[in-house]
């Protein structure tokens, strides 16, 4: 084959940066673009390292099915299909179309996400399937949804660079979005950085302001100083009455509220409280920042709302450098949560609503009663009904609950009740997959093609550069053939390649807030470097706005509510789901520890590179104070114990954790043996930042420890380590 490159966006994290892959004499290699607005021929060491992955002995390169004796053994794709629709329509019949759900991901193209949406829901007859989403940006959503009248997050990334204040909340954009901080770091307007975080950071250190707050108080800060604003008269009163609802209520709740009270709650004196508001006041552009210190809480949708209310009455919203912002964590996040075709009907439409069935079946060209007029179970609804034996069959596809679900506990008691589990990853060997009894094979991003929207809006196109190894297949070939086996494969036969579902996603889309019926095919994709949602097909019309690289929403103060004023958002304060005690005194965060390391190490784990910089065991950082009370070492190991479960890691002792406080990274197994299942009412995302735990000494001979899982049919897949 001749030498080529091609452009297509990196997979990891939702920045979206451009990298350009060039393969030469069979060899492929990578580097940054230097023209895309995003990145600006940056990228981070994840993006850098993007086909190691791909290359690792681990990929799975056939297709296995678990035998008699739970040994996985290969076989082929044909035997792989039938087998899977056997077990899944055995599983219907016997029990109904709700006894079966699949849980996807944010980390497949947008194509490949509505493929599988509605090949199950709309081919298959399933009415359950949600993504990994809800484990990151459900309560953004649902955030936006409320107030807004629909998932729009409002920013551009050019916003860092002009505003001059930025306030970031439960967010480590150092190394977690490090090509946006990077823009922060090209803002000429000397802006003042705020960061609200109950850890010191890698921002917390690049910031002017640490505001040090304790675990889960941030609503108490947010409230304090929404009082604030409105007590000093520091909002604007023509766009709160022209653009917004419920100011009373919303006054009348905070002036309710007692500023003590809330200033011992977040550790945080009235004073400092104040001079935030100030800060907003006196800014001319304020933008507000989150990510899962936010969502991902048990109070988190009316936290994310809270930011909201006070961009929209002091009108820091809709203007160059402001918005109250959710950064979104996975790649294809943003397409998840439009197009997937699973909390939402394709193009962020409602399952309940009848005449969004009517238009949607209209544009496939589908019997309407082929759409389910039900909403799904969300995540953890399903666990739960897997849990209790009401789903017997499951699909996972590019996620790996097994490591990354909190309080892992239950969710490895809930496979033991299924009848069949199917898991569709690039590797047999992930912590769910070796619970598999089908297993199908997956290529990677630089194996196949479609489209990724980012944090921004913008849709970045994905474009195949390398061949998956073995017998391997693109996700879309996998959802395709399994159509074809389970006897549905005619109602998507315009379905024929990811361009052909993009065009079609284009056109359901229209007239929605994320049309973008106007995007002339993935060649346009390419040529304008990326494309932010909306660009409808009268774009044209508007060429000066629908031109620019970077548009931002709502700058006419118009909302997608039926009103169009957005909506102001409050309750009051809920009690923290489980309160440190005597047994279990101290507080445990987690969340990403590194720049190198994504997730749950599926694929970072896989570079050398990688391997070599980062820590190979699990650690928990603990503040010296505790660690001399309890006679923990640095680099000596601690034992963490919570109601759910004991692991022994390495202790890190350093004052990056206040006392009674430990923080513990994502990235690593035992974490999340730990963590407290609580939930967002509103958006059911899980409350990963606060569980309480204790801890003690070990010896120095102690090893390593974890719980195991329980499951009876737990040999390892083939081509386990
Ligand atoms: Fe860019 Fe994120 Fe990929 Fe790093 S992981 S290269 S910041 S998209």
Redesign the pocket.
């Known amino acids: 084959m001749s030498d080529f490159t091609v452009r297509t966006t ?1 997979s ?2 939702s ?3 451009n990298l350009d892959i060039s393969v030469k004499d069979g060899k492929a290699s990578l580097k940054p673009n230097k023209e895309y607005p995003v ?1 600006q021929g940056f ?2 060491p ?2 850098f390292h993007l086909l190691p992955p791909m290359q690792s002995d681990q990929r799975g390169t056939d297709p296995l099915i678990r035998d008699a004796q739970g040994i996985m053994q290969p076989v082929s794709w044909q035997q792989a299909n039938q087998e899977f629709v056997r077990r899944f329509k055995a599983v219907m019949e016997k029990h109904g179309p709700e006894s079966v759900a699949f849980l996807s991901t944010g980390q497949i193209p947008m194509e490949e996400m509505a493929l599988l949406g509605s090949v199950t829901k709309f081919g298959m007859g399933w009415i359950h399937g949600d993504g990994n989403t809800r484990q990151c940006m459900a309560t953004a959503a649902v955030a936006y949804k409320q107030a807004f009248g629909f998932d729009a997050p409002p920013f551009t990334y050019e916003d860092f660079e002009e505003s001059d204040l930025l306030v970031f909340v439960g967010s480590n954009p150092v190394i977690n ?3 946006m901080w990077n823009r922060v770091k090209k803002n000429e307007k000397n802006p003042t950085i705020v960061v609200i975080d109950p850890r010191k950071t890698e921002t917390t250190q690049e910031a002017d302001i640490h505001l040090q707050i304790t675990p889960k108080s941030d609503l108490h800060l947010l409230y304090g100083v929404t009082r604030i604003l409105i007590e000093q008269d520091w909002i604007d009163h023509d766009y709160i009455r022209e653009s917004t609802e419920d100011f009373q209520g919303l006054k009348d709740f905070v002036m309710a509220m007692d500023l003590d009270e809330a200033s011992r709650h977040c550790g945080i004196s009235t004073e400092t409280m104040f001079d935030l508001a100030r800060r907003i006041h006196e800014a001319t552009a304020a933008s507000f920042w989150w990510t899962m210190g936010v969502n991902q809480s048990h109070q988190a949708t009316r936290t994310a709302q809270a930011l909201i209310n006070i961009a929209l009455i002091t009108h820091n919203i809709g203007r160059p450098g402001t918005g109250a912002n959710s950064i979104t964590g996975q ?1 294809n996040a943003m397409g998840s949560r439009l197009y997937s075709n699973t909390t939402s009907l394709l193009g962020g439409y409602a399952f309940t609503n009848p005449e969004h069935r009517e238009h949607v079946a209209s544009q496939l060209s589908i019997p309407v009663d082929r759409i389910p007029d039900k909403n799904s179970l969300p995540y953890h609804k399903i666990l739960e009904a897997v849990r209790n034996g009401s789903i017997k069959g499951l699909w996972i596809i590019a996620t790996n609950p097994g490591h990354s679900w909190i309080n892992k506990t239950e969710f490895f008691q809930a496979l033991e009740n299924l009848d069949v589990l199917a898991v569709q990853d690039l590797y047999p060997t992930t912590e769910t997959a070796r619970y598999a009894d089908i297993y199908l094979p997956a290529a990677g991003s630089p194996e196949k093609s479609g489209t990724f929207i980012n944090s921004e809006r913008r849709i970045g196109i994905v474009q195949k550069a390398l061949d998956p190894p073995g017998n391997a297949k693109s996700d879309f070939e996998i959802f395709k053939g399994l159509a074809q086996a389970w006897g549905c494969g005619d109602l998507f036969t315009g379905w024929t390649n990811p361009e052909a579902v993009f065009r079609i996603l284009q056109r359901i889309s229209k007239g929605q807030p994320c049309d973008i019926s106007g995007i002339e095919g993935y060649q346009m994709i390419i040529d304008r470097r990326g494309v932010q949602w909306p660009y409808p097909q009268d774009a044209d019309a508007n060429q000066e706005f629908y031109s620019r690289d970077h548009r931002r929403l709502f700058e006419d103060g118009r909302y997608f509510t039926p009103s169009g004023k957005a909506q102001l958002l409050y309750d009051p304060i809920a009690e923290l789901p489980e309160v440190p005690d005597e047994q279990y005194p101290v507080i445990l965060i987690t969340g990403r520890g590194t720049m190198m390391q994504f997730h749950t190490q599926t694929r970072t784990g896989k570079v050398p590179f990688i391997q070599k910089k980062t820590r190979s065991h699990a650690y928990a950082q603990i503040n010296p104070q505790d660690a001399q009370d309890l006679g923990i070492e640095h680099e000596g190991k601690v034992r963490v114990t919570s109601r759910r479960g004991t692991v022994v890691v390495d202790a890190l002792v350093e004052d990056a954790v206040a006392p009674g406080q430990i923080f513990m990274p994502m990235h690593y197994p035992p974490t999340n043996w730990l963590t407290y299942p609580s939930f967002d009412p509103h958006s059911f995302e899980p409350s990963y930042k606060f569980a309480a735990v204790r801890l003690s000494a070990v010896g120095p001979q102690e090893d390593y420890q974890e719980p195991q899982p329980s499951l009876q049919a737990a040999a390892p897949a083939q081509g386990a380590p």
């Open positions: 990196c990891y994290c920045v979206g940066c990145n990228c981070c994840k993006g979005h490090p090509i790649a």
